[in-house]
């Protein structure tokens, strides 16, 4: 577990922020085997003897299950506080930040009345220009070329299409 | 900035009317707090089932007035409510205070959905040749947030659409699961750090679990109220994902396998819950065929089965992402032990052995999506919530039975 792994800006964030806190299972897929499968079986026995055994009562037993429970939870909750992008502290920008290309792509498509987009290796704009794109119906769609770099939202019109990202 | 649920109110409550109509018309007699949750979910189901088409809602209503023949009114006292009003003020809480905007992959490709309006992405979904992505799903989750952002098409109000979806789903399960266990069950599953992440976004996976939760608690329970919340979640499961159906048939059927004495009454819910999922399910797939439209991403291809061992080994990988799930699996896993795979125990085994299996017998891109890393955890959280459960009634179990002991009381 290393802090780097947690995506820490707005493009890791929009690929992999909801498929786990950090990018533990993405970065290191796939290397799972059987082992994995063992150790949750071994340790899950061990919680089902606790939960079981006589030798401690009911409240003593609840307690510390859950004071486990609790301390486990603790990495992933500095990560979320602390480390991500979408922290307390970052998200307002964070969200600025990843809104940024579909409101410029979105006011431009409004204006023209809808548009088509070519992704000219910006595979990471793809959702944002679709949810910007989405809903907008006209007979001459204005063209939106989205290159590298475009999630930055620097973009300028030219010749009646909006082009954002660095030229080739 | 937060997210303007105030947004959902029209639907909410146009749909608890319609809701409230179905319980006197078909002598429901709801009761409680939760009756409420039950109400507006079967009134936003009928309307939606009836944009997707006519015949699901006729269909949807038929089996839910069977539910008011079928499973008999039982004398129980009106829960008190105190926490699962706390629970669901909690998470609204936390879900509304954040800028309403997606910040994932996933939530800008729902939420483009969303934003299309009702009738047009019907009839782009049903067009072989239309611009949704992704292809072929079924479009209740999404027709529901429509409504519930009363069809506006800003970015805000489709975050709150997704997010009332969300607040629904929870609501039904907190009417399903026992009063006493309600406020255990919510910390057991605050405890998990990447709960706090699909809380607080438009993905689906989250909801899926808990509606999964409304079924396995509500067929637990048996009561005409409970079976009928477990009814319409089950529409909801199977409207909002292609995996929602095997969710719904699996718990069913757990429930009907291990009825014991009950095996009539069993049967009787079981088989309201697996009509009220397939309900959705058949009628998409009909209309997909109808209009030419191929299901590519969950297309039944058992191209899973000759990576099944990496794709195990990826899920099994996945329990130990600490940072995501905290010691959630291994204390699920142990719970399903210690209480000898009875009760939720076993309805969650169910579920998680006809998702491995659905998973094993996806297509192409499903098993690839396994393989890196970006789908086991959202696999995952679609069992996270009824894994919450487990462990909240093996420990209750526990301390019933160490009491029961003191008391000289033996089962």
């Not at chain 2, 409680?32 to 939606?48: E, K, P, T």
């Not at chain 2, 009702?118 to 799903?137: F, K």
């Not at chain 2, 990447?194 to 637990?220: E, F």
């Given at each position: 577990?290393?802090?780097?792994?947690?995506?820490?800006?707005?493009?890791?964030?929009?690929?992999?922020?909801?498929?786990?806190?950090?990018?533990?299972?993405?970065?290191?897929a796939?290397?799972?085997?059987?082992?994995?499968?063992?150790a949750?079986?071994?340790?899950?026995?061990?919680?089902?003897?606790?939960?079981?055994?006589?030798?401690?009562?009911?409240?003593?037993?609840?307690?510390?299950?859950?004071?486990?429970?609790?301390?486990?939870?603790?990495?992933?909750?500095?990560?979320?506080?602390?480390?991500?992008?979408d922290?307390?502290?970052?998200?307002?920008?964070s969200?600025?930040?990843?809104?940024?290309?579909?409101?410029?792509?979105?006011?431009?498509?409004?204006?023209?009345?809808?548009?088509?987009?070519?992704?000219?290796?910006?595979?990471?704009?793809?959702p944002?220009?679709r949810?910007?794109?989405?809903?907008?119906?006209?007979?001459?769609?204005?063209?939106?070329?989205?290159?590298?770099?475009?999630?930055?939202?620097?973009?300028?019109?030219?010749?009646?299409?909006?082009?954002?990202?660095?030229?080739? | 900035?937060?997210?303007?649920?105030?947004?959902?109110?029209?639907?909410?409550?146009?749909?608890?009317?319609?809701?409230?109509?179905?319980?006197?018309?078909?002598?429901?007699?709801?009761?409680?707090?939760?009756?409420?949750?039950?109400?507006?979910?079967?009134?936003?189901?009928?309307?939606?089932?009836?944009?997707?088409?006519?015949?699901?809602?006729?269909?949807?209503?038929?089996a839910?007035?069977?539910?008011?023949?079928?499973?008999?009114?039982?004398?129980?006292?009106?829960?008190?409510?105190?926490?699962?009003?706390?629970?669901?003020?909690?998470?609204t809480?936390?879900i509304a205070?954040?800028?309403?905007?997606?910040?994932?992959?996933?939530?800008?490709?729902w939420?483009?959905?969303?934003r299309m309006?009702?009738?047009?992405?019907?009839?782009s979904?049903?067009?072989?040749?239309?611009?949704?992505?992704?292809?072929?799903?079924?479009?209740?989750?999404?027709?529901?947030?429509?409504?519930?952002?009363a069809?506006?098409?800003?970015?805000?109000?489709?975050?709150?659409?997704?997010?009332?979806?969300?607040?629904?789903?929870?609501?039904?399960?907190?009417?399903?699961?026992?009063?006493?266990?309600?406020?255990?069950?919510?910390?057991?599953l605050?405890?998990?750090?990447?709960?706090?992440?699909?809380?607080?976004?438009?993905?689906?996976?989250?909801?899926?679990?808990l509606?999964?939760?409304?079924?396995?608690?509500?067929?637990?329970?048996?009561?005409?109220?409970?079976?009928?919340?477990?009814?319409?979640?089950?529409?909801?499961?199977?409207?909002?994902?292609?995996?929602?159906?095997?969710?719904?048939?699996?718990?069913?059927?757990?429930?009907?396998?291990?009825?014991?004495?009950?095996?009539?009454a069993?049967?009787?819910?079981?088989?309201?819950?697996?009509?009220?999922?397939?309900?959705?399910?058949?009628?998409?797939?009909?209309?997909?065929?109808?209009?030419?439209?191929?299901?590519e991403?969950?297309?039944?291809?058992?191209a899973?089965?000759?990576?099944?061992?990496?794709?195990?080994?990826?899920?099994?990988?996945?329990t130990?992402?600490?940072?995501?799930?905290?010691?959630?699996?291994?204390?699920a896993?142990?719970?399903?032990?210690?209480?000898?795979?009875?009760?939720?125990?076993?309805?969650w085994?169910?579920?998680?052995?006809?998702?491995?299996?659905?998973?094993?017998?996806?297509?192409d891109?499903?098993?690839?999506?396994?393989?890196?890393?970006?789908?086991?955890?959202?696999?995952?959280?679609?069992?996270?919530?009824?894994?919450?459960?487990v462990?909240?009634?093996?420990?209750?179990?526990?301390g019933?039975?160490?009491?029961?002991?003191?008391?000289?009381?033996?089962?």
């Amino acid at each position: 577990m290393r802090d780097a792994d947690c995506p820490a800006t707005t493009e890791t964030l929009l690929v992999d922020g909801a498929n786990g806190v950090c990018r533990d299972v993405r970065l290191d897929a796939p290397s799972g085997h059987a082992g994995h499968a063992l150790a949750l079986v071994i340790v899950a026995a061990a919680v089902a003897w606790w939960m079981s055994t006589a030798r401690v009562s009911a409240r003593v037993g609840r307690v510390v299950l859950v004071s486990i429970a609790v301390l486990a939870a603790t990495p992933g909750a500095y990560a979320l506080l602390a480390l991500r992008a979408d922290r307390p502290s970052e998200r307002a920008a964070s969200t600025r930040a990843s809104m940024a290309l579909h409101d410029r792509v979105r006011a431009f498509a409004e204006r023209h009345g809808c548009a088509r987009v070519e992704l000219e290796g910006c595979d990471a704009c793809m959702p944002s220009a679709r949810l910007a794109l989405a809903g907008l119906r006209c007979d001459a769609p204005a063209r939106v070329e989205l290159r590298a770099g475009a999630l930055d939202a620097e973009c300028e019109e030219r010749s009646g299409a909006l082009v954002c990202g660095r030229a080739r | 900035m937060i997210v303007p649920l105030w947004v959902a109110a029209p639907a909410l409550v146009a749909s608890a009317a319609l809701g409230w109509g179905l319980d006197r018309a078909l002598r429901w007699r709801l009761e409680g707090a939760g009756a409420w949750a039950i109400r507006v979910a079967v009134g936003l189901g009928i309307v939606v089932a009836a944009i997707v088409h006519p015949l699901a809602a006729i269909a949807l209503g038929v089996a839910l007035a069977v539910a008011g023949r079928w499973i008999a009114p039982q004398e129980e006292e009106v829960e008190p409510a105190r926490g699962a009003l706390v629970v669901l003020a909690s998470a609204t809480v936390v879900i509304a205070l954040r800028p309403p905007a997606p910040l994932y992959w996933d939530e800008l490709v729902w939420l483009a959905k969303v934003r299309m309006g009702a009738l047009a992405l019907r009839e782009s979904a049903l067009d072989p040749a239309g611009d949704v992505i992704p292809r072929a799903y079924p479009i209740a989750g999404s027709l529901s947030e429509i409504l519930l952002a009363a069809g506006r098409d800003d970015v805000g109000s489709g975050v709150a659409g997704a997010a009332a979806l969300l607040l629904l789903a929870l609501a039904l399960a907190l009417a399903a699961i026992p009063q006493e266990r309600r406020v255990a069950w919510a910390l057991g599953l605050a405890l998990v750090p990447l709960a706090w992440v699909h809380a607080r976004s438009a993905y689906l996976d989250l909801p899926v679990g808990l509606l999964a939760v409304a079924i396995a608690a509500g067929l637990a329970r048996g009561s005409r109220a409970s079976v009928i919340a477990a009814a319409i979640a089950a529409f909801f499961v199977a409207g909002c994902k292609d995996e929602g159906v095997v969710h719904a048939l699996a718990l069913a059927g757990a429930h009907v396998a291990l009825a014991g004495e009950r095996r009539r009454a069993a049967l009787r819910a079981g088989a309201l819950v697996a009509a009220c999922a397939l309900v959705p399910a058949i009628t998409w797939r009909v209309l997909l065929a109808a209009h030419g439209v191929h299901a590519e991403d969950h297309a039944l291809e058992g191209a899973g089965l000759a990576d099944a061992g990496a794709i195990l080994g990826e899920l099994a990988r996945a329990t130990w992402d600490v940072r995501s799930w905290g010691l959630a699996w291994p204390l699920a896993l142990g719970a399903v032990i210690a209480t000898r795979a009875r009760g939720v125990g076993a309805a969650w085994l169910a579920q998680l052995s006809a998702l491995v299996l659905a998973l094993l017998a996806g297509g192409d891109r499903l098993a690839a999506f396994a393989l890196d890393g970006s789908l086991v955890n959202r696999f995952w959280m679609q069992l996270a919530p009824l894994a919450a459960l487990v462990v909240v009634s093996a420990l209750d179990q526990r301390g019933s039975s160490t009491s029961n002991t003191a008391l000289g009381i033996h089962s």
